[in-house]
């Protein structure tokens, strides 16, 4: 008798849920891998499994529609869109990756100091901050970029130059609140350097939230890289990349040559709905909520 009901306690005892299962309670978020796993695959494999040359012409096939002999089509200069969207696949995650690098590790830089410090240094840190939020991220990142000089790297450089007030904004809120908990005053009484402690029990504890905004920041550096280029200020042609392919490709739309821009229209969309998702299941994962119960 006393065993049942040991076993019927047992049952009834919440079970730790590991990261992998909260993760894939959210069907969305499944999806949402399904996509990054699939784009990261293709520009990893584009020089592999791509069947033309990105930049190779061929005028006696240009504007042909999908078929088999090209599956995506061709655009105006005979280019296979196929082999152009792979390989374009490896130039949008490499900005994007780089993009949010640069903006993650000065916002981190700069929120952690402000939030740690406080007083007059944090006050010019972020009020320098709320003036470049003031401005339209497109339009601050069009200005960077024409500043720096067009290119790809200048494109890198100005995406993640615009996403900085972002992170310093989550670094400052979490730094302020962490300041004045007691293992950090407990951390000054036993004489720890300033470093010390940032860099053992202030970052530490902000990971969480800074990994959920770098992931969803993917998307948005994307993105915006994808509008620079269209716009003509990111990576320049003939370059494969989806913004600048459906720059080119939008003037061929009305006269029906839909399949130019369309493909490159849903490798973006999916790759940024990919990392949006995933963000999302991230957020479940770190949400100490979710971690009882299977």
Same mark, same amino acid.
């Given at each position: ?47 592999? *499994? ?5 930049? $190779? ?26 082999? &152009?969207?792979?390989?374009? @696949? ?15 590790? *000065? ?50 450089? @100005? ?54 905004? @770098? ?5 948005? @550096? ?31 739309? *009305? ?5 130019? $821009?369309?493909?490159?229209?849903? $490798? ?20 100490? &909520? ?5």
């Amino acid at each position: 008798m006393k065993k049942k009901k040991q076993i019927e306690g047992e049952q009834l005892a919440p079970r730790h849920a590991s990261g992998w299962q909260i993760f894939c309670r959210n069907k969305l978020a499944v999806v949402g891998l399904c996509f990054i796993l699939f784009w990261v695959a293709m520009a990893l494999l584009a020089p592999v *499994i791509s069947p033309y040359e990105p930049n $190779a012409l061929d005028y006696s096939v240009s504007q042909q529609p999908p078929s088999l002999q090209h599956l995506l089509g061709t655009d105006q200069y005979g280019r296979d869109i196929l082999t &152009r969207v792979l390989y374009g @696949a490896r130039i949008s995650m490499w900005c994007g990756v780089i993009s949010v690098g640069i903006s993650l590790i *000065i916002g981190t830089v700069l929120g952690g100091i402000a939030g740690y410090y406080g007083g007059v240094v944090s006050i010019i840190i972020m009020r320098v901050m709320d003036a470049m939020c003031a401005f339209p991220s497109l339009v601050l990142a069009i200005v960077i970029a024409a500043a720096i000089g067009k290119g790809t790297v200048s494109a890198m450089l @100005a995406v993640g130059i615009v996403s900085i007030p972002d992170y310093a904004r989550l670094m400052f809120a979490e730094t302020s609140s962490i300041r004045g908990r007691p293992y950090i005053e407990a951390g000054v009484a036993i004489g720890l350097k300033n470093s010390q402690l940032i860099f053992r029990h202030v970052l530490p504890n902000c990971m969480s939230q800074l990994l959920v905004k @770098a992931t969803l920041g993917l998307g948005f @550096a994307i993105l915006t890289v994808s509008s620079l280029s269209f716009l003509g200020m990111g990576v320049q042609p003939p370059t494969a990349e989806w913004g600048n392919m459906i720059s080119d490709a939008r003037s061929y739309i *009305i006269s029906g040559q839909w399949w130019m $821009a369309t493909f490159p229209g849903l $490798a973006i969309m999916t790759s940024i709905l990919g990392f949006n998702l995933v963000g999302d299941g991230v957020r479940d994962i770190l949400d100490p &909520r979710n971690r009882t119960g299977v």
